[in-house]
DNA sequence: GTACTAGAATAGGGACCGTA
DNA sequence: TACGGTCCCTATTCTAGTAC
């Protein structure tokens, strides 16, 4: 293995790890990290974090790029220098750059990347634009090779409702409330509060909540003790699903709206994004959170009159029946469905069957009007169809399966060589959808099927 | 051997924001 | 002022690995 920042080692590392299987790909990142030098090593993990870290971003896209520093199938006359520190002082002038022009000086100091370094170093500067590789690992599997190399933040998530996954009864049942996730995380040292979305990034509409923020959390402290972060996991709405991202979205503080505070968790560090299993099971079960909540819910109205923070509702389902005549219920409150959550299960960051989801989904049959190519993986077959919903072109790109997409993107191809005899062109297809958004489009479809047996249309 | 899980990858509508 | 990009919400499938 060399000893000097050699671009070659790194390439080979990355064209063997795409081409490798299973945890193959991880061992080979595992044994580059042990055997390479120990400056070969630094610069991979600044390229890593170039790639895979979401908080490190670059504000422009490969699309954005003219075509000949995007085209690798012409050959690129470089000086085919070794990689070195001036590469990553490049990569943050890149990062930097604001205002009129930010776009052009950064295209320029990519054209610049080109010259100096071998090709590879140019793709490698593409992929951090674009946080996409494709060699088949993530930020996750990367941090099982290096711990803490990359920020990760996660929240708990529900799969969707499934009996068989109910370890037992009782279940605590909250409604599904249809606005945005957040994760407001209070420094109980210094008073600061940051929200955040779900995938962490930070949400400045919810500014004025703040000093309710604060005035909840002590009183959550005078009820437990908590370590130095408490964090409030929450949902945020403001009307509507859509009216709720406007307000949120914006830049412009929030005036109306509320945070439904469904789970609480205090964490020792100053870094949530560091936070283990085990410190988040010393904040006890979901009942023992909850009734923490109840608590400090209870105690802070008896002095304040909240604006914003609200606790949502929580009951008790004894068998699958009472979970279903409970569904009926939050639908004819206008509720988006259900959270059906374990009261045993301590909080998790990842995806979690201790809570279960139910919504509603309806399909309609519509007639299929075009097709569209994939990208990536998809090249070269069906990304998806697009149908007619009462005259609004709907794209419908979700539920097929590989063979479904090769078959359907031939036969629509040859569908198009002839105007009589089309085989699929004009079929009706049933979509899955959760509603008719206010544009009158169809939100979250999902294509079920074909519908060879009937020609007449849903609507 | 079968069933399940986790991670990675594909896809959608619609909002705001920065840049052209 | 219009448009493209990003980021919210989300769906699904596929593969490899693990649990039963």
Request: hydrophobic letters at 40%; a negative charge.
């Amino acid at each position: 293995m060399s000893t000097t920042p050699n671009i070659d080692a790194i390439h080979d590392l990355l064209v063997a790890i795409g081409a490798a299987k299973g945890k193959t790909k991880l061992e080979l990142l595992e044994n580059f990290v042990k055997d390479a030098d120990e400056t070969q090593v630094d610069y991979l993990k600044r390229l890593l974090k170039f790639w895979f870290d979401d908080q490190v971003k670059f504000g422009i896209t490969s699309k954005q790029l003219p075509k000949q520093l995007t085209d690798f199938s012409v050959a690129h006359v470089t000086e085919g220098n070794d990689l070195d520190s001036d590469y990553f002082i490049a990569m943050r002038e890149i990062q930097l750059a604001t205002g009129t022009g930010a776009t052009d000086r950064r295209i320029k100091m990519l054209e610049d990347i080109r010259t100096k370094y071998e090709q590879p170093v140019l793709k490698w500067s593409l992929w951090a634009l674009d946080k996409n590789l494709k060699i088949g690992i993530q930020a996750s599997s990367v941090n099982k090779v290096i711990p803490g190399l990359l920020s990760e933040f996660g929240v708990m998530l529900a799969h969707p409702f499934n009996v068989k996954k109910v370890s037992g009864w009782p279940r605590m049942i909250e409604p599904k409330l249809d606005g945005m996730r957040t994760l407001v995380v209070v420094d109980t040292v210094d008073w600061v509060v940051d929200f955040y979305t779900r995938a962490g990034n930070p949400i400045p509409s919810l500014v004025p909540m703040t000093m309710e923020v604060i005035d909840f959390v002590r009183v959550v402290m005078d009820e437990k003790e908590m370590g130095r972060i408490v964090c409030l996991d929450a949902e945020a709405t403001s009307g509507s699903f859509n009216e709720s991202v406007s307000a949120l979205r914006s830049d412009d503080p929030i005036e109306e709206g509320t945070l439904h505070v469904f789970d609480v968790l205090g964490l020792p560090g100053t870094n949530l994004l560091e936070a283990s299993d085990a410190q988040l099971e010393e904040m006890g079960t979901q009942r023992q959170r909850r009734k923490l909540l109840e608590a400090a819910f209870k105690a802070y109205k008896e002095t304040n009159k909240p604006k914003f923070l609200e606790l949502p509702g929580s009951y008790w389902a004894a068998s699958e029946d009472e979970i279903w005549a409970m569904y009926e219920a939050a639908r004819n409150n206008g509720l988006e469905g259900l959270i059906i959550k374990d009261p045993d299960a301590f909080y998790r960051k990842k995806r979690d069957y201790a809570w279960m989801k139910i919504k509603a989904e309806e399909t309609m049959d519509l007639q299929i009007i075009g097709f569209f190519e994939g990208t990536g993986a998809m090249v070269g077959t069906l990304g998806g169809i697009v149908v007619d919903f009462k005259g609004e072109q709907v794209k419908v790109g979700s539920g097929f399966s590989l063979s479904q997409r090769g078959e359907l993107w031939e036969a629509l191809n040859a569908d198009m060589e002839k105007t009589a005899g089309r085989q699929v062109m004009g079929m009706l297809a049933e979509v899955q959808y959760q509603e008719v958004t206010p544009a009158g489009s169809l939100r979250h479809p999902v294509f079920k099927r074909l519908r060879t047996d009937k020609a007449e249309i849903s609507w």
